[in-house]
């Protein structure tokens, strides 16, 4: 794992965080363990695990980017 540092916001900051934002949501502690897989459609995708602010929360998450290195990473909604 190697550090994208002239991406973002913030150089060498985080490109994905969790949702602290939103007090009620599973990955608003932590996100981390990212691995990222190449789509057919060219797009890509970051798994990540999560934790809730308690640390009650333990999931797996997904979020999509048309670019790697980019700060545009939208979540995945769930299909089950």
């Known amino acids: 794992w190697t550090k994208a540092l002239d991406v973002g ?3 060498g900051g985080p490109i ?3 949702s602290p934002s939103q007090l009620d949501a599973w990955d608003n502690g932590n996100v981390g363990t990212p691995w990222l897989v190449k789509l057919d459609s060219g797009r890509w ?3 990540y695990v999560g934790t809730s602010d308690k640390g009650r929360t333990v ?3 997904a979020a999509e980017s048309e670019n790697l290195f980019s700060c545009d990473w939208k ?3 769930a299909t089950c």
């Open 16 to 18: 994905f965080e969790g």
């Open 45 to 47: 995708r970051l798994y």
């Open 9 to 11: 916001p913030e150089p």
């Open 75 to 77: 979540r995945v909604d």
């Open 59 to 61: 999931a797996i998450g």
